[in-house]
């Protein structure tokens, strides 16, 4: 089993930036795929972007290329998102998981937060 904790959500203005964090406890040992996902209001939830176990290769979606960057601490077991140039339809709740499988499928992950929320006002 692994836990997934979410950290640094918050309320900002457009074009600031926040980073989220996401810790992972129980058997982790850094051999997951983490990723990053988000649900808006009324919305689907959204793959945002992943990670493999070695931090070698990165997966971003295409709405936030170039702004948002994972990274990854194995020693620490942490995943973080760092979101620049934020906007208000980046609005949603976030959400870290954990999995075996790199992808963008939400279906593909085992483990999840329990989210934190993003607020970007115009």
């Known amino acids: 089993q692994v836990q997934l904790v979410e950290s640094g959500g918050g309320l900002v203005q457009t074009g600031d930036s926040l980073r989220l964090s996401c810790a992972a406890s129980?058997?982790?040992?850094?051999?997951?795929?983490m990723g990053w996902f988000r649900r808006a209001p009324g919305k689907e939830r959204e793959f945002v972007a992943s990670i493999i176990p070695s931090g070698a290769h990165t997966s971003v979606a295409d709405s936030v290329k170039g702004r948002f960057t994972i990274s990854r601490d194995n020693a620490k077991n942490t995943v973080s998102l760092q979101m620049n140039s934020l906007k208000p339809e980046d609005t949603a709740v976030y959400y870290c998981?954990?999995?075996?499988?790199?992808?963008?499928?939400?279906?593909?992950?085992?483990?999840w937060g329990q989210g934190t929320q993003v607020t970007v006002s115009s």
């Open positions: 998981a954990a999995g075996f499988m790199i992808g963008s499928d939400p279906r593909e992950y085992d483990y």
């Open positions: 129980g058997r982790t040992d850094g051999r997951y795929v």
